[in-house]
């Protein structure tokens, strides 16, 4: 099919009342939780890829940057930034699935937004929703938060969500959401409450927390058992760094003691470390700095 403002769309025909799964990286992604959820979602049942987008359109090049890697031949390789969408036939359920994964555009958000939004209605979703993984002042130590949200309050009913009462910037998702409202799509939001001291590519706890609330909601089982492995090694190493610096140790300590509290303020105690301080010294140890353990 002919490209459209960059979108190459193959059709898709036959998805039941699909739900779709939308996850960027950039605002609304603490490093790349909730792009892992949806390719975790594609991966464990086997999704097709039907939309892809071309990053000239949408990019700014020196501010998201293409990388280079070796493939299995050794030679280098460049990956652009990818938009692309997935249908997952479920064959167990009485829904299918679309997900779409994607990185945060820098240009043209409004022409993205509508050719998104325009594919998406066609399927005549029965529930869109989107993943969203935000620094939080929780620790480590204890299960990943994840609230959900609509501003439709038959849906916050019908799932147990709070009303969206946001108002300020917003990210490509935001957008996104209102060309979907526009075209009367049924729009709620998951929201992970990731450690803001572990600012790192991946969070498999995040993960997991956003695809089990996810579950819930659908319905679909999202075999999080698969990470539990990736989750057990990474919370092993967020640990040893902390063990090292008692510093690090403390910070936690009292995020523990307030965890569950929205009230709580953590740049209130003179006595904690700096955010910053605890960011440079666990990112250092999580990217290798000090890791033996491969």
Not at 28 to 47: C, I, K, N, Q
Not at 250 to 265: A, K
């Amino acid at each position: 099919m002919k490209p459209v403002d960059g979108f190459t769309v193959t059709p898709v025909e036959g998805l039941r009342a699909p739900y779709v799964v939308i996850a960027f990286t950039g605002w609304s992604d603490t490093g790349t939780v909730t792009t892992d959820a949806g390719r975790h979602l594609v991966e464990v049942y086997g999704g097709e890829r039907f939309l892809t987008v071309d990053p000239e359109e949408y990019y700014v090049f020196t501010e998201v940057r293409p990388t280079v890697r070796l493939d299995e031949r050794g030679i280098r390789v460049i990956e652009w930034p990818a938009n692309e969408a997935y249908a997952v036939r479920l064959p167990n359920h009485d829904r299918d699935l679309v997900v779409v994964i994607g990185v945060e555009p820098n240009l043209r958000w409004r022409t993205f937004s509508e050719r998104l939004a325009e594919v998406l209605a066609g399927f005549a979703p029965s529930l869109v929703c989107t993943f969203v993984a935000r620094p939080a002042a929780t620790p480590h130590t204890r299960p990943i938060p994840v609230s959900g949200s609509s501003a439709d309050p038959a849906l916050c009913a019908k799932y147990g969500l709070g009303r969206s009462l946001y108002q300020g910037p917003t990210g490509i998702v935001g957008a996104i959401h209102d060309a979907l409202r526009r075209r009367g799509a049924p729009l709620i939001s998951l929201a992970a409450g990731i450690p803001h001291y572990l600012n790192v590519p991946e969070n498999p706890p995040g993960t997991i927390a956003l695809l089990e609330a996810f579950g819930r909601i659908t319905g679909i089982d999202p075999r999080t058992d698969l990470l539990q492995r990736a989750r057990d090694r990474f919370l092993a190493r967020v640990e040893e760094a902390s063990h090292e610096d008692d510093q690090i140790e403390g910070y936690v300590r009292s995020l523990e003691e307030h965890y569950g509290d929205e009230e709580f303020d953590e740049e209130e105690s003179s006595e904690l470390p700096s955010a910053d301080d605890i960011l440079r010294d666990v990112e250092d140890f999580l990217r290798g700095k000090g890791d033996s353990s491969g």
